[in-house]
């Protein structure tokens, strides 16, 4: 059983960043970043291959969210620019128990989920 622990988030101005990081207690493989806003439906932000060499985005984060992944620490991280009120909601890390390449993958194959961080954007 693998562990994963979000943090890192907070409240930000329109405009400024954010950095996410996740944490695991054993290896994983592909990770990936969602988020879930009040009344809405869990979503796709990004995700990163094992080796880190393969990458996704939602188009509502491409150019401004970055993810990237520490293999020696075990973490991964999300670091979020130009954020936008609508960037508003909690942050989930989850870890796959394969590699996918590229790791455009739906949810329900992702076999560990974290707790979730909050992040609120101000406008």
């Known amino acids: 059983q693998v562990q994963l622990v979000e943090s890192g988030g907070g409240l930000v101005q329109a405009g400024g960043s954010l950095r996410l990081s996740c944490g695991a207690s054993?290896?994983?493989?592909?990770m990936g970043w969602f988020r879930q806003a009040p009344g809405k439906e869990r979503e796709f932000v990004a995700a990163?291959?094992?080796?880190?060499?393969?990458?996704s985005y939602a188009d509502s984060v491409k150019g401004r969210f970055a993810i990237s992944r520490d293999a020696a620490k075990n973490m991964v991280n999300l670091r979020m620019n130009s954020l936008k009120p609508e960037d508003t909601a909690v942050y989930y890390c989850?870890?796959?128990?394969?590699?996918?390449?590229?790791?455009?993958?739906?949810?329900?194959?992702?076999?560990?989920w974290g707790q979730g961080t909050q992040v609120t954007v101000s406008s």
């Open positions: 054993g290896r994983t493989f592909t």
């Open positions: 990163i291959s094992w080796s880190g060499g393969s990458t």
């Open positions: 989850a870890a796959a128990s394969v590699d996918y390449r590229p790791p455009t993958i739906p949810a329900d194959l992702y076999t560990y």
